[in-house]
């Protein structure tokens, strides 16, 4: 990686396996904001990101790029990019990789690594120092938080069907 960097993780109340099962099932069933569009030349997988500012959600749409779970020494790789949906010159492209492993048997890391080149030549240099890169920190943390939140609520999903079997 070159560029900016960025780091994030969060923690999921779930064995790794379960959390590695999900992520294998498609991003339809993880990734937050999910939208497929046609552009004439196949479908395109877009997302969002976003702040909040005050009661206020700021986002933007982004194109998403999957590459395939991979194994690693004890943690799983899931290289992911992105890059705004419009105006994609304005905005920098983030390369990383969302990384899976365990704490314990029952509890899961979710991480993302990546970094950008600011826009804009010299320019987007400069206000990436005094402003852009907190920006970008705050929404690869929302991104992160967001996925994690839609992994801990698919367990509590699956453990409803299961009460609702015995219940019947």
């Known amino acids: 990686m070159s560029g ?5 993780f969060v923690v999921i109340a779930r064995p790794v396996e ?8 498609g991003a339809q069933q993880w990734m937050p904001a999910l939208a497929w569009k046609s ?4 479908q395109r997988l877009l997302s969002e990101l976003g702040i ?3 009661k206020r ?6 194109e998403v790029e999957l590459g395939a779970l991979r194994p690693i020494g004890g943690i799983t790789l899931l290289p992911i990019r992105w890059k705004a949906a419009s105006h994609a010159g304005l905005f920098p492209a983030l390369d990383g990789q969302l990384e899976i492993a365990p704490i314990g048997k029952t509890t ?3 991480g993302i690594s990546a970094s950008y080149e600011p826009p804009l030549g010299l320019l987007g240099k400069i206000a990436d120092r005094a402003l852009m890169h907190r920006v970008a920190e705050i929404t690869v943390k929302d991104f992160l ?4 939140d839609r992994l801990q609520v698919s367990v509590k999903i699956a453990a409803n069907m299961v009460k609702e079997e015995k219940a019947m």
């Open 39 to 42: 552009n004439g030349h196949g």
């Open 52 to 54: 909040e500012v005050g």
């Open 18 to 25: 379960e959390v590695e099962a999900d992520l294998a099932t």
């Open 4 to 8: 900016m960097l960025l780091r994030h």
């Open 145 to 148: 938080d967001r996925i994690g």
């Open 57 to 62: 959600r700021m986002a933007r749409r982004i």
């Open 108 to 110: 899961t890391q979710l």
